[in-house]
């Protein structure tokens, strides 16, 4: 089983719409959550954090998060052609407080059509 | 301008040739990492160091070194023990502990 776990899509969405991207991950003690944009060819740019269980919005975008069932999304409201990117979940796991480390999932490409 | 620099954006390297990547940041961060992206791939940690004269191996470490003897520069060097070198490289840096990592724009590595 994967550390972190993401289905590779593509996932079609018309413009407008909601696009919803999973994540779930292995590690139960895993404290911090991350979602990364990366457009082709591009580094990884960061989306959001969340840290605790719940919701957190910042303008298009809201990640969710719930411990208990191990998962992680994100929602991308109103969707735009330039949202089109692969979108990167990571995870610090267990024991990475001090050295920061992330486990990355394969990431869910998002194709938003016009 | 703040930020972290990797060069060069493309760099080719024949059998046998050992490379060096390099990765600048000027951020004040006390972590840097590399990692390595092969296509269609998420990213898998090679090294990272939280300080100055001080790193440890991520999950694929092999055929690759490292040193940090200033804050601000991280190189990457790729060995000839490495046979599968082609992939995309990715240097990040952060404050530390488990806060929010950084991208360089990264090196994009070729076998002639």
């Known amino acids: 089983q994967k550390e972190v776990e993401q289905n590779s899509g593509p996932l079609s969405v018309p413009e407008g719409a909601i696009a919803s991207l999973n994540c779930t991950y292995s590690?139960?003690?895993?404290?911090?959550f991350f979602w990364y944009r990366q457009y082709s060819g591009k580094s990884p740019e960061l989306i959001m954090s969340?840290?605790?269980?719940g919701d957190k919005e910042d303008g298009r975008f809201t990640a969710q998060l719930n411990k208990a069932s191990q998962y992680v999304s994100l929602l991308i409201r109103d969707s735009q052609p330039s949202d089109s990117a692969t979108y990167l979940c990571?995870?610090?796991?267990?024991?990475?407080?001090?050295?920061?480390?992330?486990?990355f999932g394969q990431g869910t490409t998002l194709q938003v059509k016009p | 301008d703040g930020g972290i620099t990797q060069s060069p954006k493309y760099l080719f390297r024949k059998e046998g040739q050992n490379v060096t990547l390099s990765c600048e940041q000027n951020?004040?961060?006390?972590?840097m990492y590399w990692y390595r992206q092969d296509p269609g791939q998420g990213l898998r940690l090679i090294y990272y160091?939280?300080?100055?004269?001080?790193?440890q191996k991520g999950d694929i470490a092999e055929g690759y070194s490292v040193s940090r003897e200033k804050k601000e520069s991280f190189p990457l060097t790729v060995t000839s023990a490495q046979k599968n070198p082609t992939a995309f490289y990715l240097c990040?840096?952060?404050?530390?502990?488990?806060?929010?990592?950084?991208f360089g724009p990264g090196t994009r590595l070729l076998v002639l």
């Open positions: 590690d139960r003690g895993s404290q911090s």
């Open positions: 969340i840290y605790s269980n």
């Open positions: 990571a995870v610090n796991p267990p024991g990475s407080s001090n050295t920061g480390k992330l486990i």
């Open positions: 951020l004040n961060h006390d972590a």
């Open positions: 160091s939280q300080i100055v004269n001080d790193f």
């Open positions: 990040a840096s952060s404050p530390g502990g488990q806060e929010t990592q950084y």
